[in-house]
């Protein structure tokens, strides 16, 4: 369970968000620290969500790295899957958190943006700070590794 988390404070703080809301009202403007824990709390919601579909993850990693699918194509399904988790995130109350949430979220991230930063155009005409499509390749191969790693501990 992660130490961060309070199911019992994420309930109530949710529950006098809304309050203030129906009174026309903003919990980031009236109680900044409220809101600032309402907001770790929906992180760690989403981090659980992510983590419970790592098999799905898991799959579109395997088709990339099989050559299944183009780099584009991996891209638009991670975030297509990230973009559904966040809706469901925004719905769900509270649910149990799992301790390793935040790191498999973590591999995740870091992902999204070479995934934003990968210029499939030859070098001469990319952007700088910006990867291959090759570089991004070696970051998946990487990524897929330290979550299989990380799964078996």
């Not at 009236?30 to 809101?35: A, G, K, L, M, S």
């Not at 299944?68 to 925004?90: A, G, Y």
């Not at 291959?132 to 501990?153: A, G, H, M, P, V």
Request: proline share 1%.
């Amino acid at each position: 369970m992660n130490n961060d988390y309070n199911k019992e404070k994420h309930y109530q703080l949710l529950k006098y968000s809304r309050d203030l809301r129906k009174q026309g009202k903003f919990i980031g403007k009236e109680f900044r620290e409220d809101y600032l824990k309402l907001l770790s709390y929906s992180v760690i919601i989403s981090s659980q969500l992510n983590c419970e579909i790592q098999g799905e993850y898991l799959g579109i990693f395997k088709e990339f790295l099989s050559n299944r699918i183009t780099s584009v194509k991996f891209c638009e399904i991670l975030e297509e899957k990230r973009e559904l988790n966040d809706e469901l995130s925004d719905k769900l109350q509270c649910d149990i958190i799992h301790e390793k949430v935040a790191n498999f979220t973590e591999f995740l991230g870091n992902l999204s943006t070479s995934c934003e930063v990968c210029d499939r155009n030859p070098e001469s005409y990319r952007l700088p700070g910006h990867i291959s499509e090759s570089e991004l390749r070696k970051e998946i191969e990487e990524t897929y590794l330290q979550i299989e790693k990380f799964l078996e501990e």
